[in-house]
Structures are given as C-alpha cells and as structure tokens.
C-alpha cells in the first residue's frame, strides 16, 4: 500500500487466494492502522446458515464444496482435496480460506482458517431437507433514488419474471435518476463484474498510452513478452498487435463460445493450464490479424501481460492511483491471474454506482470532476466500430474492449457501447441521450445473461426517451 503524506492513512491492497481486496486504513490513537476487509464481499451476512457438499467420494478421494445460506456471496473455488484417516482438508483459491475437517459418527466438525489462524469452528450434520439459499426480497430502503417511476419493471423483478435482477441505475446528464437494488443487495456490496470489466482493462492501456508508456498499438506483443515466450514467435503471430488484442482480432484460436470443438486458446481452456500465457501464445492462427474479430478473454489478458511489462510499480497499484482513485472508487477487488497479477481478460468487483462512474467517465469523454482521467482521443478511438464479432449471435460491432449494439425505441434506433459480463453484468453508455444505464445480476446458468438489454429497451429507454 501507499502511505499518505500526512502518514495518517494507508491506501493498499490485501492479497487473499485470487483476489486483491483494496483498502483504506485510517491511523489509530494508538499508532496502529484499522480497516474492514469483508473476505466474503458482502457487508454482512443476511444468512447464517452453512452447507458442505461432499461429492465424488471413493476411497481416499473426494471433493468437498462449502455453500453459504446468503448467496450474495459469489461462491468458493475448492481444490487441494485431502484426506488421511479420518482427516479432511481442502482449500478456497479464491478467497485463500483453508478448511479442515474431523469426521466423526453422523458429523464433521470444520475448522476455517485464513492462513494458520482459525477463523471460525462448524459442527456439520447429514441434511434432510432442501437447503434454504438466498431469496432475500426487495428491500426497500435500499431504493436509493426514484425520480422516474419504473413500476412496471419493479413487479415484474418481485414476481421474478425479470429473474436474478440485483440492481438498476440510471444516470442522465450526470445525475443519477434512479438507483434501485433486489435481492438482498446494496450499494455497499461490490458485485462481480465478470468480463464487464474487460472494459476497465481497455482504459488501463488507454491511461499507459497517454503517458507514454506504450509506444504505439502497432506494436508487436512479443515486443513485450517475457524472452521465454519469444521461441513461438513466427512472422504471423509477430504481427498480434496491442491494436488487435484490443479489439479481439488477434487471429488466434481464441474463441470464448461459438467455435466447432474448443478452441486452444478459449479461456475455460487456458485458465486450466499451467502457464496461461504459453497455451494462448502458442494456439494455432486461424486468421491474419486485425481482419476477423472472435470474442475471447485470451486477447486482453496477453494485453494484461503487456502493461505489467511496461508499467513500472505493481500493476494494481498502477490502476488505483490513476483509474480509482480519480473517480473516488475505493470498494472494489481485482481477481489475480495465475501469476498473481490483476487479470485483464475480467473479474474485478465494484458496485454498481461505481460502475455508473466508470462509464460516465467515457460519456464524459475521459473528463471526472472537470479532471482528465483518460484522453477524449482515447475515448473516441474506444468507441469507433472495427469490425464485427463473428462469433456472437448478434454479430456485434466491437470497439476497444467495448460492445456496439443498437435498440428501438418508438420507432428509432438508439445505438449503444456497452460493457458486458457473463451473468448479465452491464454497463450502457448512450451518448444521444446523455445517459448511462447500469444493472447487474444473477443469470449466470439459466441462459437469461442478455436479459439486461431486454429490460433497457422495453422498460428503461421509453422513459428516458424524448
């Protein structure tokens, strides 16, 4: 972390498991620094009950998955599954939580710690019944700003026909107009952004850019890849450009979805790999690059590895003190990737208002508080349509880390740059209407991850439109 210049406060990061959590710690009377790190990501739990799912148990093998009653929480990633006796251990790599369990008649009694300190003790027996998760309602107190009325929408969430829908908000001119949140959420709780915030990584190279840091986005990416790497390099794959990973145009065989078979290089395939970087830079080319546009998280996450070649403090602190901190964002977490450097290809958490900043940061052309945070070239070369995404059903146009797509309202098209993540994480920058339109959710098996656009135009843009 950084200490302030009146050495009172120390602006910083714990890193735990995948995640960096940032903080703020104020000095005490006594010397000491003290803040709140919510391991969990919420701001308190609504639930306290506590499931333990053992499955595939044979022998000595297992696995062993920890599920919490408030499913605000986005869930464990569990591995390092072992057992000797009557002894279990397995770990959380996202969180860095470890777990051991004794296994006694009809009862496991679990022991949770954070590195060696015990954290909390769980007496376990068999379930019988349906285990109660989440489904915490609206809360009401928690509908911040209503100065447009969107009743319609607001039943259809409480009768879930709009299922999983966690927030809304709605800035317009740089005032908000409504903030409303569902389920249990606040504004307090950050929420999983998935690869929405491959758009926060686009502005990172765009800030490394501005102060010349990066030359220029013709450059090759093995201009900054460690020399282990530059053995794979031929005269196609020289030609990656930060230009082309920007707008996913790479030519790798790096399609996300969408592709016959899976692809080498797809994120699901990759992120199970030793080394991330070496099972992408040494996919097959399927196109030249900066011809065909395929979505994949391979792209920003080689961009990820070039700015934390150029950039010369840690990388996430390079993002709070020239991204974050500008915009007065201090809630958040970064998700590391398999070196422990910020993941660019998405996974960071902020909440939903902060979100609403970051992309009136962009409708504000790179301007915060009369402030330039990023450079109206910058933002303009973000917005421009390259090419389209071919392997989307929609065959969206795509900026840099940025979605293009078009709505109608009352007979007119109302076009749209949007940040998007799985699950239905968006973020909608409408410049004809001067508005930002954020919402987040939940659909993250159901098929239902596009259903935020759905409730933008049919709900949000007749009554906004004028």
Known sequence: ????????????????????????????????????????????????????????GSGDKY??????????????WCGNFKKENDTISFSDIK????????LLDQKIQLSVYLESYLVTQIALSPSHTDWQIGNFGTNKKDKINQSIQLNELENLIAKDSLPNTHSILISKKGKIIYENYFAGYNNRIPHDMRSASKS??????????????????DQSIFDFLPQKYQIYKDSLKYKIDIKSLLTMSSGLDALDFGAEGVSKASE????????????????????????????????????????DSVIPEQLEDFIDKNLFEKLE???????????????????MYLTPNDMMKFGQLYLN????????????????NSFKNYRNLENTNDKNGYGFLW???????????????????????????????????????????????????????KYILPKIYS
């Open 200 to 217: 926060i990584s686009s502005a990172i190279v765009g800030i490394a850019k501005d102060r010349f840091l990066l030359e220029s986005l």
């Open 268 to 307: 699901g395939n990759y992120q199970n790999s030793e080394d991330w970087t070496k099972t992408i830079i040494t996919a097959p080319m399927i196109n030249e690059p900066n011809e065909h546009a395929n979505y994949g998280s391979a792209n920003p996450h080689l961009l990820g590895v070039a700015m």
């Open 365 to 380: 052309l790179g301007k915060w508080e009369n402030e330039k945070v990023l450079s109206e070239e910058w933002v303009a």
């Open 1 to 56: 972390g950084r200490l302030s210049e009146k050495n009172n406060k120390i602006n910083g990061f714990i890193k735990s498991g995948l995640l960096f959590y940032h903080l703020n710690l104020t000095k005490t009377n006594t010397g000491s620094f003290t803040g709140v790190w919510n391991i969990l990501m919420v701001d308190e739990l609504k639930s306290q009950k506590f499931y333990l799912s053992l499955e595939n």
């Open 95 to 102: 969180t860095g939580l470890n777990f051991l369990g004794k």
């Open 403 to 457: 979605w293009h797509h078009g709505y109608q309202v009352n007979g007119k098209s109302i076009k749209t740059i949007e940040a998007r993540g799985s699950g239905g994480q968006y973020i909608f920058v409408i410049p004809e209407l001067e508005t930002v339109v954020v919402i987040t959710s939940g659909n993250f098996r159901n098929g239902k991850f596009q259903q935020p656009e759905l409730i933008l135009e």
């Open 63 to 76: 696995q062993a998955y920890p599920i919490l009653g408030d499913n605000r929480f986005t869930g464990t």
């Open 329 to 347: 964002i201090s809630n958040y977490i970064i998700q590391a990737d398999n070196i422990g450097s910020p993941y660019f290809g998405g996974g």
